[in-house]
């Protein structure tokens, strides 16, 4: 039996030395698309800097190097942005449903359990009242570790009551968008919910009010192509990927190089869609100052 | 009423309908058959012979319709995203020629150019007064070209709303005819803000005020299908479809493959049918088809729309124009499925 053991072990040392038998996992960098994983140092994902966990936490979860923006989840994102304890959720208790009975590889049903059981949120969006340096807002924050923050019916009639809600109150509403876009398990009710979310936005817009919506890395499909890109003032964190098709989809169909930093932030303020590049540490008070020339 | 078009032969594009061709086949050459040589006009041989060629047509015609009932009864959800993208199917330029009259097209978006993907127009159908807004794919190579095969780009869109708030200033309906397999995804199309484009028509045409009657014929391909698709009343022709993605692109994604029986079982998942759209309440109406699809009698698929919008259009100038934009963004409020927990 330890004989076996060792020459399966010694075969594993030998297939890996001469390359056979690795797979990309061995040798891919950490994944982009993690959450900041556990441990007490972590390398960047762009510049592979180790840095102190404690450090870059205290960093907003933006890379001390290089300033790469780290993707997070939507209770690290409120907690960063709103003023202390200030958060009140909303519609916590609006939950999805299958209501197409889809099935791919898992049922639908079953990827929500999981991804609520992972999240400790029934779906994809945290919203409610905040104040962000004293000022009242709506809040609505995407949360990217749902289901990739895509958008179904629960994310769209959640954006709707809080843009109904702005209006109403006269408050801005605040959107931190990231989305891999529209959710395709509930199909042409998720497709609907982009109209749904562009009309409350419209509404909100006749009755004066104000949208500022922040894009972060990535937002991209059915939600840049409705409620993302309606803002009054639109605002991106540096390199976030902000896009209709993504980069892959285009590269397939045009079959050549992309432009360096194609569908970037700052590719998209040169072509005149967003109005600025915020770095997280200014978020509070770059969105504050839009607020009180609005004067709301 | 005959399922026959002489121009028509089946199984080109079509691989499940390849059991009808032969039938079509004989019947075309019993139909073309001359009597036979020495049986002279009149005569009782020829007369005999005529009458039971005539029998025989019928009963391969009657065989034929039976065997397109079935095709077409039991036609499954890739089988109906097969038919909405034939290259036989009706475009919105037959529609524009069957349906409307007098369309005066009308060109560009004032800021960049004129995108053929998407055309815009005036024109009348039945007793009103429209503005008309279509997809088109092309019917030809150099038209498909033209037409970038029916995807817009943001210009487009936004030739589509400039034409649409003009037809709110003067108090025409707008009706637009949804055909496209998605917005295109370029690197132009990027740049110039095709998200953008999108998102603003959306906004734009939930409070256009006056009616919009929105209609896919063939293929509703996401959100590029939407930016043409707010409206007061939707409706899809039977054999159109209609969802968030392609099946191609969800079987990409979901089942990490693309292939004929995973693009079929994303078809089925994505319930993109006209009959799964109405149930789910994301259309209003289905707008019935000559059996065995549009495009074997687009005359008739033509009259069935013609009838729709008609009658579709007096409705809504019923309606006073708050109430009309009230009921709109109701009807758009009230799509989804959730459940409010009492916690």
């Given amino acids: 039996m330890a004989e076996n053991k060792t020459s399966t072990l010694s075969t594993d040392v030998a297939k890996h030395a001469s390359g056979a038998g690795r797979t990309w996992q061995d040798v891919a960098p950490v994944d982009r698309r993690s959450d900041v994983p556990e441990g007490l140092w972590m390398r960047c994902v762009n510049c592979e800097a180790m840095s102190y966990r404690k450090q870059v936490e205290l960093n907003l979860d933006v890379c001390p190097e290089c300033d790469y923006h780290n993707r997070i989840g939507a209770d690290q994102r409120v907690s960063q942005l709103v003023d202390p304890d200030s958060f009140e959720p909303m519609w916590e208790n609006l939950a999805p449903v299958d209501p197409l009975g889809f099935v791919d590889r898992i049922p639908y049903a079953q990827r929500l359990e999981q991804e609520q059981a992972k999240t400790g949120h029934r779906d994809a969006l945290l919203c409610g009242k905040a104040f962000i340096k004293g000022r009242g807002v709506v809040l609505a924050v995407m949360d990217n570790r749902f289901m990739m923050a895509s958008m179904g019916s629960v994310v769209g009639e959640k954006i709707a009551r809080c843009a109904e809600l702005a209006a109403e109150t006269d408050q801005p509403f605040v959107m931190i968008a990231a989305s891999g876009g529209a959710r395709m398990q509930e199909s042409g009710l998720s497709l609907a919910q982009m109209a749904k979310t562009s009309a409350a936005i419209g509404r909100l817009d006749d009755a004066g009010g104000l949208f500022i919506s922040v894009l972060t890395d990535p937002t991209t499909g059915g939600v840049t192509a409705s409620f993302a890109m309606l803002g009054d003032v639109i605002i991106a964190e540096p390199k976030a990927l902000i896009c209709f098709a993504g980069p892959r989809v285009i590269a397939n169909t045009v079959r050549e190089q992309l432009p360096e930093g194609f569908q970037r932030a700052e590719f998209l303020l040169d072509k005149g869609f967003i109005d600025r590049v915020v770095h997280r540490k200014d978020l509070r008070s770059e969105i504050s100052r839009v607020i009180d020339y609005a004067g709301k | ?343």
């Fill in chain 2, 1 to 343: 009423m005959s399922t026959l078009n002489s121009t028509y032969n089946a199984a080109l594009d079509l691989d499940f309908e390849r059991p009808l061709a032969a039938l079509e086949q004989q019947i075309t050459e019993l139909e073309t058959a001359a009597p036979a040589p020495g049986s002279a006009p009149g005569s009782e041989a020829g007369l005999n012979k005529q009458v039971d060629l005539a029998a025989e047509v019928r009963k391969l015609r009657q065989s034929h319709t039976a065997m397109l009932k079935k095709i077409y009864n039991n036609l499954g959800a890739w089988n109906t995203v097969k038919v909405a993208r034939s290259a036989r199917r009706p475009q919105v330029t037959d529609y524009l020629r069957l349906v409307v009259k007098d369309f005066a097209e009308l060109h560009g978006d004032r800021r960049f150019g004129d995108d053929k993907a998407v055309m815009a127009g005036f024109g009348r159908i039945g007793p009103h007064k429209c503005l008309i807004v279509g997809t088109h794919k092309g019917k030809d190579t150099k038209e498909r070209v033209a037409c970038n095969f029916g995807m817009p780009h943001p210009e487009g869109y936004r030739k589509a709303l400039r034409c649409m708030k003009m037809a709110e200033k003067f108090g025409l309906p707008v009706v637009t005819l949804i055909d496209t397999a998605g917005a295109y995804p370029g690197v132009g199309a990027e740049q110039r803000g095709q998200a953008e484009a999108i998102a603003v028509n959306q906004l734009e045409m939930s409070r256009l005020k006056t009616p919009i009657v929105a209609v896919v014929i063939g293929e509703g391909g996401s959100g590029g299908a939407l930016g043409l698709g707010v409206a007061d009343r939707v409706a899809m022709m039977q054999y159109a479809w209609y969802s968030v993605i392609s099946p191609e692109g969800c079987a990409a994604i979901l089942w990490k493959t693309a292939n004929p029986e995973t693009n079929a079982q994303a078809a089925e998942a994505l319930k993109l049918t006209a009959a799964d759209n109405l149930k789910a309440g994301t259309i209003d109406e289905v707008i019935e088809e000559p059996l065995g699809g549009a495009h074997r009698n687009p005359q008739i698929a033509a009259d069935n729309l013609g009838k729709y919008l008609t009658k579709t259009l007096r409705d809504l100038k019923r309606y006073k124009i708050e109430n009309l934009l009230r009921n709109r963004y109701d009807r758009l409020r009230n799509i989804g499925k959730i459940k409010e927990l009492a916690d």
